[in-house]
């Protein structure tokens, strides 16, 4: 998993009033859940504020990034756990990191890549993805960029559940019949099936 460099300043108000000064000087409130755990047995949050230009590269994009998070000086290493984005203008209203460590599993989403030239598809069949990522759990240094899954012998109106895959070092928490990809069918398919019976 490639990694990027986010650089943050420490906020030490948190209410509404706050949010919208922090919002309304181009920054975007986030939270850092720490693995420290306070009395209430929750991780510590910490609350910061990072510059939207900052956020980019992590937000708009369909790979996934470890965060080198540097906040006030202090350094340490994170994911992203959640976007909220503005209803309307699409803008980052507030994002949540989570702190992670080379010993402690972690569940992230990993986005899937298709190989292959499918059977089906050479027998006039259209492939398509069911999903786009995948839940997998795993210590962050065993996390790829993508899953690599191999089609090529997915026959016409067969599918690929979540159930028949495996990745090494990875447990996979998506439901087992979760489709995948599947081949489906197309009208020229079909007439061609038709025309051979």
Same mark, same amino acid.
């Given at each position: 998993?490639?990694?990027? *460099?986010?650089?943050?300043?420490?906020?030490?108000?948190?209410?509404?009033?706050?949010?919208?000064?922090?919002?309304?000087? =181009?920054?975007? @409130?986030?939270?850092?859940?720490?693995?420290?755990?306070?009395?209430? =047995?929750?991780?510590?949050?910490?609350?910061?504020?990072?510059?939207?230009?900052? #956020?980019?590269?992590?937000?708009?994009? @369909?790979?996934?990034?470890?965060?080198?998070?540097?906040? *006030? =000086?202090?350094?340490?290493?994170?994911? #992203? !756990?959640?976007?909220?984005? %503005?209803?309307?203008?699409?803008?980052?209203? %507030?994002? +949540?990191?989570?702190?992670?460590?080379?010993? !402690?599993?972690?569940?992230?989403?990993? @986005?899937?890549?298709?190989?292959?030239?499918?059977?089906?598809?050479?027998?006039?069949? !259209?492939?398509?993805?069911?999903?786009?990522?995948?839940?997998?759990?795993?210590?962050?240094?065993?996390? @790829?960029?993508?899953? +690599?899954?191999?089609?090529?012998?997915?026959? #016409?109106?067969?599918?690929?559940?979540?159930?028949?895959?495996?990745?090494?070092?990875?447990?996979?928490?998506?439901? !087992?019949?979760?489709?995948?990809?599947?081949?489906?069918?197309?009208?020229?398919?079909?007439?061609?099936?038709?025309?051979?019976?």
């Amino acid at each position: 998993m490639k990694s990027i *460099d986010i650089k943050g300043t420490a906020r030490t108000e948190t209410g509404k009033k706050s949010t919208r000064e922090t919002r309304k000087a =181009g920054s975007v @409130p986030c939270v850092l859940y720490g693995e420290k755990k306070g009395e209430n =047995g929750l991780p510590v949050a910490t609350h910061f504020s990072v510059e939207v230009a900052e #956020l980019r590269n992590l937000v708009y994009t @369909p790979n996934i990034y470890s965060v080198n998070l540097t906040i *006030d =000086g202090q350094e340490c290493k994170a994911i #992203l !756990k959640d976007i909220q984005f %503005h209803p309307v203008k699409d803008t980052i209203l %507030h994002v +949540d990191f989570y702190e992670i460590t080379e010993t !402690k599993p972690i569940v992230m989403e990993v @986005p899937i890549s298709l190989n292959g030239l499918a059977v089906g598809v050479r027998a006039g069949g !259209k492939l398509q993805a069911q999903v786009r990522k995948l839940k997998v759990k795993a210590v962050y240094t065993s996390i @790829p960029e993508k899953l +690599d899954i191999d089609v090529t012998a997915l026959d #016409l109106g067969k599918t690929i559940k979540v159930g028949e895959l495996s990745f090494e070092g990875l447990e996979l928490v998506t439901p !087992k019949e979760v489709v995948v990809c599947a081949v489906r069918l197309t009208r020229a398919a079909r007439g061609a099936a038709a025309a051979q019976k």
